[in-house]
């Protein structure tokens, strides 16, 4: 039985200083590159962390995965506290 293993890029997140202020200011640049990057280093999956954001959550998750989908088709993790 082979094993495959699954690598989950997690360096987007409302947490980062990079993209955490791109998020916030809705600035695309920073957030494709860093999918970018993470697909270009073999992440299978990218893992797109908004928080919890109380706030604007329901307007920032699909601006995060539109933004990433525009730059990578790499598949996509959402991961929010928000429901």
């Known amino acids: ?3 495959t293993v699954k690598a989950i890029a997690e360096s987007i997140n409302i947490m ?3 993209s955490g202020n791109a998020m916030k200011e809705r600035n695309p640049a920073p ?5 970018q990057e993470e697909s270009a ?5 990218l893992d ?3 928080g919890p954001a109380r706030k604007d959550g329901t307007e ?3 601006w ?3 933004t ?3 730059a990578v088709d790499t598949p996509l993790c959402l991961d929010t506290t928000n429901g």
């Open 1 to 3: 039985m082979a094993i």
């Open 16 to 18: 980062g200083t990079r």
């Open 31 to 35: 957030v494709q590159e860093m999918a």
């Open 41 to 45: 280093a073999g992440a299978t999956y």
């Open 48 to 50: 797109l962390n908004i």
């Open 60 to 62: 920032l998750m699909p």
């Open 64 to 66: 995060v995965v539109e």
């Open 68 to 70: 990433v989908q525009a």
